[in-house]
């Protein structure tokens, strides 16, 4: 089967281990338009329009492949697509199985309208115009009123760059809101201080040592794409060392699994540091050119002398007590296991690779630090930019300009960007509802996207007080492709398109390179490509399911229909003015005039670039990409400026950025026109550095410092809410509630039946010890509590999690009030909720999972009952101080279950939630910082707004809380 194609285009690296000589695994591209094979289930010849899209079902966007059925019009199957330069045809099970969720008879295929009070489950169909002219008439209302902070868009999965934040940008509504602070907030804030980049990305396949504390290969970010390229440096030899106290399918291959206690990482982190710097197996060019050494040793040490030397002894003043036995005290993690693993981060030279993503970073106070101290041992051993090692996310990202940008909003909003959490990394979303409920504003219209924050965030009954209070929240529109916890509580459900039933453009750090994926409805491409072109998503998508391009384009016009509010602009086609935009102008103009290479890679091809992505599906933008810090600067060029002091270099502006990605800091130096175009490292010798207030890579953050935290403006290790000495009580643990499962999609797999068929369960991993000690059995019931209440599950008693500890997946217990609405019921029970007393609620299962008559077979052989046990609402709101994010982890007491106990039972006090936010709430520092700012104005933020919005409408004051010399907060 198959023939043999060109094997290498400019734009792709096909031959990668896609594309190989003999049998092949993929049919050639050239024969995508019109492809013939038997399918094994019919044993019938098909004649198939092979459609390159994206998977949707994580954040990596791999390259799918639609096989479309040219006769009948259905999607047969979903492949992998050979060209695509992150996943190279390879995906995880998520992404063929796109086919049962686009197939799934319990999704939502027409818009619905609530009948009744909201969160009763009375719903209507509507029709999308009378949805848009609703929701229009509120936005502009709100508008017109001056009041564009009363309109919010709050996103789960967002698996695009930059579309929507152009749509709130058009409105002028600093309205963008998304889930990062109950996800990656805190590893983003421990790598952005040191070099202004929020994320790492490690060269996998070229390390020597790769240190993950993350689940790389089964759960990671960049799941597929990262794993792939771990295995392969496995094979070639490399080292794979993995931080986890959980024996996770990451952990079984590697080299050193260190079962660390969690949030003890930085210490162990910092024994590996202490090591490298006693030993001066360090990269000393690398840290003396690199390091804001100096800045450090002026502010901090004016005892000592500024020279290199200096901060050398220094830093063993700082880490001295950090040795091994420390670390073990600490970590649990025995002193020669750490030790070796140190040995070898030594020996990686500058081939070391290393990933925080969520673990403990997401779990624990002062998590952000985690992050810190790893990307510490970056840069000690100079591995920053080098094959082999690790380099800053937007190096291999490449974000392509919309065809014009609309101005910055002219507003702050204090509901997602409050002034307690200045150094937030991003929105404050998580303490959404309880701001709404003390009367902090109030929402005219509110739009959750993919997301499902009653059942995703912690304190979801919390959340449900807010959004059943039409005073807090006006109007509530769900646009999701699926049912979810949420959705039951909104007034507009909106169906969404899953992956292969939408347009989004995105780029993603899945190696040392960069590239662009495009997804596409590929029933709309193959109608297209068999001569019947459709103008509307909707015309080629089951039922009237939409995308949200086509849907933000015509909201806006709706919103502004005589363009006098001057948004329907912004959404008119370039060159065709008052004429409405299409996908098609939109992405033809990003293809035509942003994309280096892709116009000539596309001609060649005799195909203008948007002919050209939609039938290839992405392009590789650059490879081998490395060392952009170093890149020189032209110091002879006109208009190039030195600042006195400070070494950076000014120059004139490269172009607008795009709306959320500001390639260069912007410092005081900056004007109209101009920017930061680098920093001086040596005589006429100036480079790109990073986007820091230093343009170096900032050991001691200054920042830090001046916004409340100088006991943390260096890496350093906080004592956090699981910490050891804080389990005093016999039964005592810290609970591990963050851990994915492979085949799983947050909370949108209840609708995939394969992938819920092979995972539906969420026992409590226990440790054999601690079973015997409460004196519970695999599948006997534990009752586990928090300080807002307990939930009833199931035992696992294994060896795969360290004593001490237990966990629990996060992926299950999802839930359905209605008899068959509300959560599809391939993986939700049926359950109750009871205020049994003032704020106090009762969660109790009336039926798992059972079988159901519907227009697919496969839902009346459903053989499993289990729907596992849902944990987030009992979980109160840990906001950091610091970053923002929620600390996950809990600190529980599980005790076999009591008299009366069900599987499943959920019991929550709403007053004990509030409590605790209040007392998190506490520690919180609060801005404005220095020049009454509300936020540094340097450090990323999605979406913003104009420079005079930073400014805090208050005077200045000093920052406030206690701040203990030692560098550790209890
Ligand atoms: S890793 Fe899996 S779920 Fe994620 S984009 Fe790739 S195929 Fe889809």
């Not at 948004?567 to 293809?591: L, N, Q, S």
């Not at 009952?865 to 996950?888: E, T």
Request: glycine share 10%.
């Amino acid at each position: 089967m198959g023939d043999k194609g060109s094997r290498r285009r400019p734009g792709h690296p096909a031959g990668d281990g896609a594309m190989q000589q003999g049998i092949e695994p993929f049919p050639s591209p050239d024969r995508w338009h019109d492809w013939t094979e038997v399918d094994v289930r019919d044993g019938k010849a098909h004649r198939y329009a092979l459609v390159p899209t994206t998977c949707f079902n994580c954040e990596a966007a791999c390259g799918l492949l639609a096989y479309v059925d040219k006769d009948s019009g259905e999607i047969r199957k979903f492949e992998g697509n050979p060209l695509h330069p992150g996943s190279r045809g390879r995906n995880c099970a998520k992404g063929p199985a796109t086919k049962t969720q686009a197939e799934d008879p319990e999704r939502i295929l027409t818009p619905l309208r609530r009948t009744g009070e909201r969160g009763t489950g009375g719903w209507a169909p509507c029709s999308w115009d009378e949805a848009l002219d609703d929701i229009a008439a509120r936005i502009r209302a709100a508008l017109v009123r001056g009041e564009p902070e009363k309109v919010m868009y709050h996103v789960g999965r967002p698996g695009e760059d930059g579309f929507t934040e152009r749509v709130l940008a058009a409105w002028g509504v600093d309205g963008h809101n998304s889930h990062t602070n109950i996800c990656s907030a805190g590893g983003r804030a421990g790598y952005a201080f040191w070099m202004g980049y929020d994320r790492p990305s490690p060269d996998y396949e070229n390390a020597q040592v790769i240190f993950l504390i993350s689940a790389h290969l089964e759960s990671g970010h960049y799941f597929n794409p990262h794993a792939q390229r771990i295995m392969e440096a496995k094979k070639r030899g490399a080292k794979l060392i993995v931080l986890d106290p959980r024996l996770s399918n990451t952990a079984t291959q590697a080299d050193h699994w260190l079962p660390v206690w969690p949030g003890s990482e930085p210490a162990l982190l910092l024994a590996i540091a202490r090591h490298l710097i006693v030993e001066r197996r360090l990269d000393v060019r690398f840290v003396e050119r690199w390091v804001n050494w100096a800045d450090y040793l002026a502010a901090e040490r004016p005892d000592l002398p500024v020279t290199f030397d200096a901060f050398l002894g220094a830093l063993e003043d700082l880490y001295g007590g950090y040795t091994f036995e420390y670390a073990e005290g600490e970590s649990g993690v025995p002193a020669a296991d750490i030790q070796a693993v140190a040995e070898l981060v030594a020996g990686a030279g500058t081939a070391f690779a290393a990933h925080n993503w969520r673990a403990s970073s997401a779990g624990v106070l002062g998590g952000w630090q985690t992050a810190r101290c790893l990307f510490f041992l970056n840069v000690l051993t100079g591995s920053i930019g080098t094959p082999g090692g690790t380099s800053p996310n937007a190096w291999d990202k490449w974000v392509p300009r919309p065809p014009y940008m609309p101005p910055h909003p002219k507003h702050w909003n204090d509901l997602t960007w409050p002034a307690e959490y200045p150094l937030a990394f991003f929105e404050m979303s998580f303490l959404l509802p309880h701001f709404l409920l003390e009367g902090r504003g109030s929402l005219d219209v509110y739009f959750t996207r993919v997301y499902n924050p009653i059942w995703t965030n912690p304190d979801g009954l919390v959340w449900r007080q807010a959004l059943t209070d039409e005073s807090k929240v006006g109007l509530h529109v769900a646009m999701t492709p699926t049912w979810s916890e949420t959705a039951w509580y909104a007034d507009y459900v909106l169906p969404m398109g899953l992956g292969g039933e939408r347009h989004d453009l995105h780029s993603y750090e899945t190696h040392a390179g960069s590239w662009i994926g495009f997804r596409q409805p590929v029933r709309r491409i193959a109608a297209a490509w068999a001569g019947h072109p459709v103008d509307d998503t909707r015309e080629a998508n089951p039922g009237e399911v939409w995308e949200e391009n086509e849907f933000w384009i015509e909201l806006s016009w709706r919103i502004d229909p005589d363009g006098s509010l001057g948004i329907r602009r912004w959404f008119e086609a370039p060159g065709r003015p008052g004429e409405k935009m299409t996908v098609d102008d939109y992405y033809g103009w990003i293809f035509d005039h942003t994309v280096p290479g892709l116009p000539e890679a596309a001609a060649a091809e005799g195909m203008a670039p948007l002919e050209y992505m939609r039938r290839y599906g992405s392009f590789e933008v650059e490879r081998a990409v490395y060392g952009r810090h170093e890149d020189p600067i032209d110091l002879g060029a006109e208009d190039v400026s030195v600042e006195a002091g400070t070494g950076l270099v000014f120059g004139a502006a490269p172009g607008e950025p795009a709306m959320n990605i500001v390639p260069v800091p912007l410092t005081p130096g900056d004007g109209p026109g101009r920017a930061r175009l680098g920093i001086t490292v040596g005589e006429n010798d100036a480079r790109k550095g990073f986007p820091t207030p230093s343009g170096k890579l900032e050991f001691w953050s200054p920042t830090l410092r001046d916004w409340g935290w100088p006991e943390l403006a260096i890496p350093a290790y906080v004592t956090s809410q699981v910490a050891q000495e804080l389990l005093t009580g016999p039964n005592d643990f810290a609970l591990i509630p963050t851990f994915r499962l492979p085949v799983l999609i947050h909370t949108r797999s209840a609708n995939a039946k394969w992938l819920t068929e092979i995972a539906h369960g969420n026992p409590v991993w226990i440790h054999p010890d601690d079973a015997s000690r409460i004196g519970v059995r695999t599948g006997e019931f534990v009752r586990v509590a928090t300080e807002t209440g307990h939930l009833v599950n199931e035992a696992w008693v294994t060896e795969g999690i360290r004593p001490g500890v237990v966990a629990m997946s996060h992926h299950m217990g999802r839930w359905r009030l209605g008899e068959d609405a509300g959560t599809d019921r391939w993986a939700s029970a049926r359950v109750e909720l009871e205020e049994t007393a003032t704020g106090r609620f009762r969660m109790r299962r009336l039926e798992g999972v059972k079988p159901f008559e519907s227009v697919d077979p496969d839902s009346s052989r459903i053989w499993w009952r289990d729907a596992g046990v849902h944990q987030n609402l009992i979980f109160p709101v840990h906001p950091d101080p610091v970053s923002g994010a929620h600390a996950w982890h809990q600190k529980v007491s599980v005790t076999a279950a009591q008299a009366g106990d069900r599987l499943g039972d959920i019991v929550v006090d709403t007053g004990e939630s509030r409590r605790v936010y209040r007392e998190w709430l506490a520690l919180a520092r609060p801005g404005p910082g220095p020049g009454g700012m509300r936020r540094p104005r340097w450090l990323l933020r999605p979406l913003r707004p104009t420079a005079d919005a930073y400014l805090a409408p208050v005077p200045a004051g000093p920052a406030t809380g206690d701040k203990p010399a030692d560098g550790k907060v209890e």
